[in-house]
């Protein structure tokens, strides 16, 4: 396979909170849920996504292993290396995972929490993500966007639905993310394609997909487009320039002018 990937941060000035690692078998794309509050832990959220990260990418060389089998122990051995924090906390560090895998002649696919994995079989887009997280204080952060970025309004709403959230995170009726409970990843979406259907594939966090949920500039047909004729960095450039023409947010509602963004395509 063929494959390209492209991260870029919402804020040059602050740390990358997506990590992406992406080889011809194994891709794996973390987004990591910003901390508007207390968290209980002396790490940051950069900190928790390469940690993971680089469990997730060891644990999945081991082929006999399932990938939610692979994040169950990613979450366990990064929690072993910080056991001063408060992972009880319900802000620890926590990320959206997207995985892909090509084992055998099959493409297995993981997701939970904010990223998206689309694979066209057939000329036709599987699309898989999770919107758990977005039933989860909905009314707050409805609120929060009528107010403009950076005022301190918009930022009290902001923590406020942060911290609804927080209640309903890793919970039954709530949604699940990666974080210090294992059994988090229980929970996952997860799958596997044959990889002889397999035309084309993308793993995206919320901040490079917004361009078709968010946006609704492009259709996932478009952006795998995009993504073949000029490649990762193209799609990102395209969703900065959409977010430059409206940056009160008033055309596109959301909760950040701009996000980190990771693309990471693939073709046979």
Same mark, same amino acid.
């Given at each position: 396979?063929?494959? !390209? ?32 509050? *207390? ?26 292993? &399932?990938?939610?089998?692979?994040? %169950?122990?990613?979450?366990? +051995?990064? #929690?072993?290396?910080? &056991?001063?924090? $408060? ?13 892909? +895998? ?10 939970? !929490? ?23 204080? #909905? ?13 301190? /309004? ?6 406020? /639905? @942060?911290?609804? *959230?927080?209640?309903? +995170? ?8 990666? !974080? ?7 929970? =996952?979406?997860?799958?596997? %394609? &044959? ?9 995206? =966090?919320?901040? #490079? ?19 073949? @004729? /000029? ?9 900065? !320039? ?10 596109? &509602?959301?909760? @950040?002018?701009? $996000?980190?963004?990771? %693309? ?5």
């Amino acid at each position: 396979m063929r494959v !390209a990937c492209a991260t870029v941060p919402g804020d040059p000035a602050v740390p990358n909170e997506d990590w992406v690692t992406a080889t011809p078998n194994i891709i794996v794309v973390l987004d990591g849920a910003t901390a508007r509050i *207390e968290t209980g832990c002396v790490h940051g959220v950069a900190w928790y996504v390469n940690k993971l990260g680089a469990a997730l990418v060891d644990g999945a060389f081991e082929q006999s292993q &399932p990938l939610p089998d692979v994040l %169950v122990e990613g979450i366990r +051995r990064v #929690a072993t290396q910080h &056991p001063q924090c $408060d992972l009880t906390h319900p802000g620890t560090p926590s990320a959206g995972v997207a995985m892909l +895998r090509l084992r055998a002649d099959v493409l297995e696919y993981l997701v939970l !929490a904010d990223t998206t994995v689309v694979i066209e079989a057939g000329h036709e887009p599987h699309v898989v993500t999770d919107n758990r997280v977005a039933a989860v204080a #909905a009314q707050e952060r409805a609120e929060a966007r009528r107010l403009p970025f950076g005022s301190p /309004a918009r930022d009290k709403a902001l923590r406020e /639905a @942060k911290r609804t *959230e927080q209640k309903a +995170r890793n919970r039954p009726g709530g949604f699940w993310v990666a !974080a210090a409970d294992p059994t988090a990843a229980e929970h =996952t979406i997860a799958g596997a %394609v &044959p990889m002889a259907q397999v035309d084309r594939f993308a793993v995206l =966090t919320d901040g #490079a997909a917004r361009c078709v949920d968010t946006f609704d500039l492009l259709t996932w047909t478009d952006l795998l487009d995009v993504l073949d @004729k /000029a490649g990762p960095a193209e799609l990102i450039r395209q969703v900065r !320039a959409a977010e430059a023409v409206d940056p009160d947010g008033r055309r596109w &509602p959301r909760n @950040k002018n701009s $996000d980190d963004a990771t %693309v990471v395509y693939g073709q046979r």
